[in-house]
């Protein structure tokens, strides 16, 4: 039997959405060894069964889901000693919307961040960090975005502003950024 990431009465997302919902318990094993939960999802309520690889657990903290740092959050460096890099200044993560990743590319004080189905930024220094030396700063801030209005083309951008979730990273554990 193969071991089970979730327990009955997880909260789990779906990777590649913002669908959350909560484990109802095991469907099936398939012959691989792959094992499918039962899931109420949440909005709109349905029962749906998805393979394990397709999901990851969230925590709750008060009214608002807490996950894993994602593309499009920003990240808040702290004992910085690059001469690029003013302690308490802002980078991006980088990478799929909605997938996420064990370490990241983090662009700090970008010139231009384009966010669609990806998100991607240029015109600073970048670190790749673990997702695991990331702390949640339990705060968000407005940043700036781009995207394309129809298509690629000169003069087709369209600017836009989201609200982001703020991770620190302590530059000081060199462990996690190179």
Same mark, same amino acid.
């Given at each position: 039997m193969t071991k089970r990431?979730?327990?009955?009465?997880a909260k789990v997302m779906v990777k590649g959405t913002k669908e959350t919902g909560t484990i109802l318990g095991v469907d099936r094993e398939?012959?691989?060894?792959y094992i499918e939960y039962s899931v109420r999802l949440d909005n709109p309520e349905r029962f749906q069964v998805i393979p394990e690889k397709q999901m990851f657990e969230v925590k709750e903290i008060g009214d608002r889901i807490v996950t894993y740092p994602?593309?499009?959050?920003l990240v808040m460096i702290e004992n910085?000693? *690059?001469?690029?890099? +003013?302690?308490?200044?802002?980078?991006?993560? #980088?990478?799929?919307?909605?997938?996420?990743? $064990?370490?990241?590319?983090?662009?700090?004080?970008?010139?231009?961040?384009?966010?669609?189905?990806?998100?991607?930024?240029?015109?600073?220094?970048?670190?790749?960090?673990?997702?695991?030396?990331?702390?949640?700063?339990?705060?968000?801030?407005d940043w700036f975005?781009?995207?394309?209005? *129809?298509?690629?083309? +000169?003069?087709?951008g369209v600017p836009f502003? #989201?609200?982001?979730?703020?991770?620190?990273? $302590?530059?000081?554990?060199r462990g996690g950024a190179q």
């Amino acid at each position: 039997m193969t071991k089970r990431q979730f327990a009955s009465g997880a909260k789990v997302m779906v990777k590649g959405t913002k669908e959350t919902g909560t484990i109802l318990g095991v469907d099936r094993e398939t012959n691989r060894g792959y094992i499918e939960y039962s899931v109420r999802l949440d909005n709109p309520e349905r029962f749906q069964v998805i393979p394990e690889k397709q999901m990851f657990e969230v925590k709750e903290i008060g009214d608002r889901i807490v996950t894993y740092p994602m593309p499009g959050d920003l990240v808040m460096i702290e004992n910085s000693h *690059d001469t690029l890099i +003013a302690n308490f200044s802002y980078g991006i993560i #980088e990478g799929i919307i909605g997938e996420p990743q $064990d370490e990241y590319l983090v662009c700090f004080n970008a010139y231009s961040t384009f966010r669609d189905t990806s998100v991607s930024a240029s015109g600073g220094p970048a670190y790749m960090i673990h997702a695991k030396n990331l702390v949640d700063a339990k705060i968000a801030r407005d940043w700036f975005f781009w995207k394309w209005k *129809d298509m690629p083309r +000169a003069g087709g951008g369209v600017p836009f502003k #989201e609200t982001c979730r703020i991770w620190f990273f $302590d530059a000081s554990k060199r462990g996690g950024a190179q």
